[in-house]
């Protein structure tokens, strides 16, 4: 696993900033809900950070976000809640515990 570094951070591309309407809105488009315009989106404003992986380390935009979209029966099937990257315009899952902010959010 990679380790993120203090230098590594510091020099990094984030890509352009995102507010939080262009997150939650990558969010609805991007998860393949059934019916995404009943989708129930909810995040914390996005904030600079970084994330370490098996063999790179990838930076973006990190933001805490809970979700809940209707199935093809009608029925909302439960809130979840996620921290999740957009890093230049592609959503990502960060691995547990493997990221961190470098801007307080």
């Not at 262009?22 to 995404?36: A, C, L, S, T």
């Not at 973006?60 to 809130?79: F, L, R």
């Amino acid at each position: 696993m990679v380790f993120l570094t203090e230098a590594m951070m510091s020099t990094a591309n984030y890509g352009p900033s995102v507010s939080k309407e262009q997150f939650e809105d990558v969010i609805r488009k991007g998860f393949g809900f059934f019916d995404p315009y009943s989708a129930v989106i909810v995040c914390t404003p996005p904030a600079k950070g970084a994330s370490a992986g098996m063999h790179a380390a990838k930076f973006g935009y990190i933001a805490k976000c809970t979700y809940n979209a209707k199935n093809q029966y009608g029925g909302y099937v439960g809130e979840k809640q996620e921290t999740l990257m957009l890093s230049n315009g592609v959503l990502d899952r960060p691995y547990p515990g493997a990221w961190k902010y470098v801007e307080n959010p």
